[in-house]
C-alpha cells in the first residue's frame, strides 16, 4: 500500500514563496524611510539648537565676569542682541541677568539686582532664597553672576518632536572685581 500523498499547506507555500514585485515592498519601505530621515534631521537640528543656546549664554555669562565697571542697560541690550546673533534664528528669546550672593548665617541666597531682556520678569528676594541646591558652594557675602535664557524652539517638520522652550541657567563667579554692579544702584 502506498502511503496517500500529502498536499502542501497553502500557508507554507505562500510563506515559502520568493517571487513579488519590488515595487510594493518599495511603496511600503519609501514613506517609513523618509519619515526616519525627516526625524533624524529634526533631532539633529534640536540638539544644534540647544547646543547654540547654550555656548550663548555661557558666552554672555563669560562675558559679563569680566568686567569691572557698572553694567547699563545699552549693555544688556547689547548682550541681548548677541545672544539671538549667536543663537542664529529669529526667535521671541528674553535674557535676565541676576547678582547673588550667599548669606552664610542664615544659609540663603541673597539678590543684589536682577535685569531682564524680552518676556522674561526680574527676580525677586524670594525667588532666590533656596538656591543654595542649584549654586556651588559659596563664601559668606561671595557673589555670584546668574544668566538665564530662554527662547523659543520650533521643530522644522512634524515627527512627534514638539515646540518647546530652550532655557539656560549658568553661573559664574565675578573674575577681576568681588562683584558685578548695576549704573544707578
Known amino acids: 500500500m502506498s502511503k496517500p500523498e500529502l498536499k502542501p499547506n497553502r500557508k507554507s507555500t505562500f510563506i515559502k514563496e520568493e517571487d513579488g514585485s519590488s ?16 526625524s533624524i534631521f529634526t533631532l539633529f537640528d534640536a540638539f544644534r539648537q540647544y547646543a547654540m543656546h547654550q555656548k550663548a549664554a555661557y558666552t554672555i555669562s563669560d562675558m559679563i565676569s569680566r568686567e569691572t565697571l557698572p553694567l547699563d ?15 542664529r534664528a529669529p526667535q ?15 544659609n540663603i541666597i541673597k539678590l543684589d539686582w536682577s535685569k531682564t531682556r524680552g518676556n522674561t520678569t526680574a527676580l525677586s528676594n524670594n525667588q532666590v532664597r533656596n538656591w543654595t541646591a542649584k549654586l556651588p558652594v559659596m563664601a559668606h557675602n561671595e557673589r555670584m553672576i546668574v544668566v538665564e535664557t530662554f527662547a523659543n524652539y520650533v521643530a522644522p517638520f512634524t515627527t512627534g ?20 554692579l548695576w549704573q544707578g544702584i
Open 73 to 87: 542697560s545699552t549693555y544688556l541690550e547689547g548682550a541681548h542682541a548677541l545672544f539671538d546673533t549667536m543663537t
Open 161 to 180: 518632536l514638539e515646540d518647546r522652550e530652550i532655557a539656560n541657567f549658568i553661573f559664574t563667579r565675578p573674575r577681576y572685581a568681588p562683584q558685578v
Open 92 to 106: 521671541d528669546s528674553s535674557l535676565r541677568v541676576s547678582i547673588v550672593r550667599y548669606a552664610s548665617r542664615d
Open 23 to 38: 515595487a510594493v515592498e518599495s511603496m511600503i519601505m519609501i514613506p517609513l524611510v523618509f519619515f526616519v530621515l525627516l
